[in-house]
Each structure stands twice: as structure tokens, then as C-alpha cells.
């Protein structure tokens, strides 16, 4: 029995474990999508290929598989790649598999044909062609390897359509599923600097970066602050490695704790525009760095590290923690540093909650994110994007488990929404009880009517799923701010709409939630708090039953925006 180049890649990707692919298919990847449903693997199609790319690199960043974002050639590629670059800013694992034309008609002006090997490559650790359908096996074992190994990123497996349809007459030999990612940890030497400087330290702070994440490093994390009960601050995507309530987390007071610790412990976290670059005005100028990080190139970046270890974290901090453990160490919670801080958490509460007694109609941010952070249950998986709705969002939901919030990240990207939550909510639906250490609850998008924008079709590839995705847009009628409808008249009527509407500005009384039923969902339109209650009830309840994705268009206050800060660089958006 003769087998094809198609069967050959899927039999190859099953034995390297993996289980998701997104994408869209077409000539000549038509039959790749079919071999791979035929060996189990689920087969998830997309609306474009952007939104499969971020799918695709959202299971790799919460299974130990990477998933897989499958394209044809040319403009599939195209749109792959913002996924592609997406996940290598944020250095997550993610095969892409791209469909090219035959290597007959290379250099002929064939249908599709682009120099992709050489598109991937900037966004890529890897950018290969197998150089026969018998090197398709050894090319996704390397493929899954380089993916997941050192700092996680992007590999690109390109395959000419001659290539996919060639029949061989027996299987080619298929490698063993590559081991997981080696566990380094970091001199006893180093790990004893590690100690001294935080002992001799008067305001040490952890970060706390989606390395955690990656790392699956969590309960190390955890035994780290319980041991040494060091103040933490989560960066947006470490959110939940450790609770947002855990008694030393210093979410709430932010700013002071960039601008005043003289220690900081960075725990899979970069020092990227993120984290202001670890240089003043944010940080003090003499801060001294420990930092620990999977990527050697990443040591001593911007900030020359006073302690660089190159590791694993969930290999290196277990060995901080006995260094700690050993000697006792027990960071006082009666320190000024500590008091000052949980002084400035209060006070910021005390702030907020004045921000949130404003129920005026239409909603502010604060009052509509107050509300749904009350209705929000525990384990909900958070995708968020968007400009103030995500980082009002960022602050005011509370994360509790690692992974559990997905955002526009290190790169960025507004459009990643949908897609994640496809990929969260099939892994959950299709993967069975293989995951339920994720804990996977509620799939909820908390999307600015911008950014909803980008993927909004995916809610089409959800209902087709039947994955019960709450999508919830923040509708202040544009980016960052909006216009009323007043204004948005005057200016229709002033001139060419070319030249009058504000670049920020998107239209005035859109019915986001109208587009559901075109797909046999629910929409539901919110203007009061108690609209929002009545509707974040009615999807929460008995919510693993559920069987469609469900619109919610809550109206905000177009001028509304984030609270003032105290200094004008804080409120500088992040766009
Ligand atoms: C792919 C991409 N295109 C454009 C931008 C620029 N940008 C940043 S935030 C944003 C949208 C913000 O508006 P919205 O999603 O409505 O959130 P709001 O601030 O209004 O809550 C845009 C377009 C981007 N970050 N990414
Ligand atoms: C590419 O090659 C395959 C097999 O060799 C053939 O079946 C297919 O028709 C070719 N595709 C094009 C677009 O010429
Ligand atoms: C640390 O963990 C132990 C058990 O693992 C627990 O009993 C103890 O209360 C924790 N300490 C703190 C301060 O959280
Ligand atoms: C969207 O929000 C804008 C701003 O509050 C509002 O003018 C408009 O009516 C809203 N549209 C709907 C129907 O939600
Ligand atoms: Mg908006």
C-alpha cells in the first residue's frame, strides 16, 4: 500500500504529539488538512490565516505541544506570518506549515509562488523545506524540538504541492516523539550571589513574566514567594502564576514598586518597553538586576544584570528557594518597603473606587470592568485586546491560575483575540480531560470595538465549533476614544467623511451584537449595569452546557478613559 507526502507529515506530527491544527486550506493543502483528521488531529478552520497563526501559537503557550497554524501558498503565508512574528516577540512555540507550488514549475510565475522559505525566516528560529518527502519526519521532530527548546519560538515547514501528493510505496522511518525541553539549573555559586544580594537589599521586588508560564513553573514560583515572602508584581501575561489576591502581590501599587525597589528579581520577564526598559524615569538609576532567563542572549539586556543566570526557571528557582529555605530567610513584612507599599495599594484602592461609584449611563470603563469582574467566575480564561479596555481590563479582572489571561502582548497585536479564544476553548472542548490540570473555565473576550474588528468573523469558525466563547466589546465607538453621535453627524456633514471623521473614530450606534444571529447566536446590547448583570448571568449559568459563542455590545462613555496618572508618561497609551 503506496502512502503520500500528506500522510507521511501527519503520521509525523501525530508522533510528535500534536493534537490542534488552524488554518485554511486549499491548492495544495487540501489533502494535509484530510491526513491529519484521519490520525485524530484535530483540524480547526479559520476565517484567515491570521487569526489560525494566533491560534495556533496560543496552544503552544499553554500545552506542551505546540499547535499548528496550516496555509497555502503565497497570501496564506502572508497572512500567517503576523502570527508568526506575533509569537516570536512574545517567545512562544508555533509550527507553520505552508502549502507552495511545485518545484517543477519553480521560477515559472506558478500560481501562488513566493520566495516563502525566505518570507519566514525573519519571523522564524527555523525556516526549512525538506529536501524529500523522506525528510517531512526527521523536519517535524527538529521542528518541535526548536520550537519548544531554549527560548520558545517559530518554525516554518515549507512543502511544494509535488511534495505533498508523492506517493512513496512504504512509510518512511518516523523519529520518537523529541523529549520535553532539558531542565538547566544554574551554579551553586550564582545561586548564592542570588542570595546575597537580595539579603543585603532594603526594597527587593519580583517580577514575574509569562516565562513562569512557559516555564510551567508556578508552583516552584509559589514555594519561592511563600518562602521568602518577597513583594511580586506580575507583568500583563504573568498575571496568575501566582493569584492577583496572594498576600504579596503588589499588582495595585505598580508604579511605586518599578520606581522604588534598589533589587529586582526578574523571573522570566524581559526588560522591554514592558517594563519601561528598566531605566529611569520608571526605575531608580542604580537599580540592581537578578535575572533569570531561558535565553543567554537576553542576559544583561538594557540594564547590565548585577546577577545574570542563564536557566530554566522551573530548574533555577527551586534552587533559590533552598538557598533561601537554608538560611532562614524570611523578607519581614514589618520592613518600611512593605509598609510603604501595602500603604499605596490602599490608597489606590481608595482611588479606584471613586472611579467606579460613577454609574452615570453611559458606562465608564471602571464601572463596567467593576462589574464584570463581580460576575467573572474564578477559573475564566481572560483574552483581552484593545487600548483602554485592556489596560483598564488588565487591572481591574483578577487572574487566579497561570495562563489564564491572553493579551495583546509583547508585540502588541490587536486582532489575536478570536483566534485565542478558539484555541482555548477547542482545547478545553476537543482535548479532553488530558488538560484539565488548566483548569479551563468560562472562555471570555474582553475586546475594545477596535480591536474586535480585526478577527470579528471568527465568531463564525466559534458557532461553527460550538465553542462557547463569551465575547464581550467594549463599544466607545473607536480607538482608544470615540465620538458621540452628535459630533459624528456634524462632522458627516462638513465635508468629505474622508476629511472630517477623526482617524481615531469609528461609527456611533454599531450593533456589534447584531452580527450573532447571522451565525445562530445570542447578542445582546448593554447599557446599564444592571443590563450587564442580568446578561453576564445568563451566560455564566450552567456554562459548560453551552454550545455557542455569545456577543455582548456594551456601550461606554466614548470619553471615557483611563484614570488620571501621576505622571503624564503613565498615561501615555501603550497603542
Ligand atoms: C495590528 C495592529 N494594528 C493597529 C494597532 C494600533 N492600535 C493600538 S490599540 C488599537 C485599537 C484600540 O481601540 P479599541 O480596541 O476600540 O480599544 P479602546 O481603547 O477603545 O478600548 C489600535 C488600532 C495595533 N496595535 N495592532
Ligand atoms: C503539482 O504536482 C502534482 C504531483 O506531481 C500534480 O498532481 C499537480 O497537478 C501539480 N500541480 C500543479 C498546480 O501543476
Ligand atoms: C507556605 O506554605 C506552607 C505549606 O506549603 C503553608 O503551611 C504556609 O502557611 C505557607 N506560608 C505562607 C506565609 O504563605
Ligand atoms: C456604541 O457606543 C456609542 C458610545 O457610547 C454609542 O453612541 C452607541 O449608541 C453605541 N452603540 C450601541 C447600539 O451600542
Ligand atoms: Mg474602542
Known amino acids: 500500500m503506496s502512502i503520500s507526502g500528506a500522510e507521511v507529515l501527519a503520521l509525523s506530527l501525530h508522533a510528535q504529539g500534536i493534537e490542534f491544527i488552524f488554518g485554511i486550506v486549499g491548492i495544495p493543502v487540501i489533502e494535509v488538512a484530510t491526513a491529519c483528521q484521519q490520525q485524530q488531529i484535530h483540524f480547526i478552520s479559520m476565517r484567515n490565516e491570521q487569526a489560525a497563526s494566533y491560534a495556533a501559537s496560543a496552544v503552544g503557550y499553554l500545552t506542551d505541544s505546540p499547535g499548528v497554524c496550516l496555509c497555502v501558498s503565497g497570501p496564506g503565508l502572508v497572512h500567517s506570518l503576523a502570527g508568526m512574528a506575533n509569537a516570536q516577540a512574545n517567545g512562544w512555540p508555533l509550527i507553520v506549515v505552508g502549502g507552495a507550488a511545485n518545484t517543477t514549475q519553480e521560477g515559472c510565475g506558478a500560481f501562488q509562488e513566493s520566495p516563502q522559505v525566505q518570507w ?49 510505496s512504504q512509510a518512511p522511518n518516523i523519529p520518537v516523539h523529541c523529549p520535553p525541553p532539558p531542565l538547566s539549573t544554574a551554579p551553586s555559586s550564582l545561586i548564592l550571589d542570588c542570595y546575597k544580594e ?129 538560611n532562614n530567610f524570611e523578607y519581614s513584612k514589618n520592613s518600611k518597603w512593605w509598609r510603604d507599599l501595602m500603604v499605596k495599594c490602599e490608597k489606590n484602592r481608595v482611588i479606584s473606587e471613586e472611579l467606579l461609584s460613577d454609574r452615570s449611563i453611559p458606562m465608564n470603563f471602571y464601572c463596567a470592568m467593576d462589574t464584570l469582574s463581580k460576575y467573572l467566575p474564578k477559573d475564566s480564561m481572560i483574552v483581552s485586546e484593545g487600548a483602554s479596555t485592556m489596560d483598564i481590563g488588565r487591572t481591574m479582572l483578577p487572574t487566579h491560575y497561570p495562563g489564564h489571561r491572553l493579551d495583546a502582548g509583547t508585540y502588541g497585536t490587536m486582532g489575536v483575540g478570536l483566534g485565542f479564544a478558539i484555541a482555548i476553548a477547542s482545547i478545553k472542548k476537543f482535548g479532553g480531560n488530558k488538560y484539565d490540570y488548566l483548569n479551563i473555565g468560562p472562555v471570555v473576550c474582553v475586546e475594545g470595538d477596535s480591536a474586535f474588528g480585526f478577527s470579528g468573523m471568527e465568531i463564525d469558525t466559534a458557532a461553527r465549533y460550538q465553542l462557547p466563547i463569551v465575547c464581550l466589546i467594549f463599544n466607545n465607538s473607536g480607538i482608544s476614544f470615540g465620538v458621540n453621535m452628535d459630533t459624528w453627524e456634524q462632522c458627516i456633514a462638513n465635508g468629505p467623511p474622508s476629511l472630517t471623521i477623526p482617524p481615531v473614530a469609528l461609527k456611533p450606534g454599531t450593533r456589534y451584537d447584531m452580527i450573532a444571529p447571522a451565525f445562530g447566536c445570542e447578542g445582546f446590547n448593554v447599557r446599564t449595569p444592571e443590563d450587564l448583570e442580568h446578561v453576564l448571568n445568563h451566560c455564566f449559568s450552567d456554562y459548560p452546557a453551552k454550545k455557542r459563542p455569545v456577543l455582548v455590545n456594551i456601550e461606554i462613555n466614548p470619553q471615557s478613559q483611563r484614570k488620571p496618572q501621576e505622571h503624564f508618561w503613565l498615561t501615555r497609551s501603550k497603542i
Open 120 to 168: 519566514a525566516a525573519p519571523y522564524c528560529k527555523l525556516s526549512i523545506r525538506p529536501s524529500s518527502i523522506h525528510t517531512i519526519p526527521s523536519c517535524i521532530e527538529r521542528a518541535v524540538r526548536i520550537s519548544t527548546y531554549g527560548r520558545p519560538g517559530v518554525v516554518y515547514i515549507d512543502l511544494p504541492g509535488d511534495m505533498i501528493n508523492t506517493e512513496l
Open 198 to 326: 537580595i539579603y543585603s537589599s532594603h526594597n527587593p521586588l519580583v517580577v514575574i513574566g509569562k516565562g513562569c508560564v512557559l516555564a510551567r513553573a508556578s508552583s516552584e514560583v509559589r514555594e519561592f514567594i511563600n518562602q521568602t515572602q518577597l513583594p511580586f508584581l506580575p507583568t500583563p501575561m504573568g498575571k496568575g502564576v501566582l493569584e492577583d489576591t496572594h498576600p504579596c502581590c503588589v499588582g495595585a501599587a505598580r508604579s511605586l514598586a518599578l520606581s522604588s525597589c534598589d533589587t529586582i528579581v526578574l523571573l522570566g520577564a524581559r526588560l522591554n518597553w514592558q517594563l519601561h526598559f528598566g531605566l529611569p524615569p520608571r526605575f531608580n538609576s542604580k537599580v540592581r538586576v537578578i535575572q533569570i532567563d531561558i535565553c543567554p542572549e537576553e542576559l544583561h539586556s538594557n540594564v547590565p544584570a548585577t546577577v545574570a543566570i542563564n536557566g530554566h526557571i522551573r530548574g533555577v528557582v527551586p534552587q533559590l528557594t533552598e538557598v533561601f529555605r537554608k
